[in-house]
């Protein structure tokens, strides 16, 4: 399985952007999908992750500002951010396993295939 993450760039604060990642690979569908981020200087964070099961996860940073999403009919899953802050700068990564549940879709331990990030800056 290989994940492409893509849709970063460049966004004023207030500002949105819809971050996509690509999965190769026809079972899609079993695999739970996450978004973790890292900004310059700190560790990698989790985002959102959705599971097989469509149950979802916020971290609280972003809980009403980011929308997590899949389509297992294009095994494409889906980062919609919105209200952006100087703060949410980072690069982002999805990441995504067959074996992680609903309890463990924060863990970055859990997952076994990594996208290679997307950078997304917020800034005037």
């Known amino acids: 399985v290989q994940l492409q993450a893509y849709g970063g760039g460049l966004v004023q604060p207030g500002g949105s952007l819809r971050l996509s990642c690509a999965v190769s690979?026809?079972?899609?569908?079993?695999?739970?999908m996450s978004w973790f981020r890292q900004a310059p200087g700190k560790e990698r964070t989790f985002v959102a992750g959705?599971?097989?099961?469509?149950?979802?996860a916020y971290s609280d940073s972003v809980e009403g500002r980011f929308t997590i999403s899949r389509d297992n009919a294009k095994r494409t899953g889906y980062l919609q951010m919105n209200s952006l802050r100087p703060e949410d700068t980072a690069v982002y990564y999805c990441?995504?396993?067959?074996?992680?549940?609903?309890?463990?879709?924060?863990?970055?331990?859990?997952?076994?295939?990594w996208g290679q990030g997307t950078l997304v800056t917020v800034s005037s």
């Open positions: 959705i599971n097989r099961s469509g149950g979802i």
């Open positions: 990441a995504a396993d067959p074996s992680v549940i609903l309890s463990n879709l924060r863990s970055q331990a859990a997952y076994s295939n």
């Open positions: 690979g026809r079972t899609f569908s079993t695999y739970a």
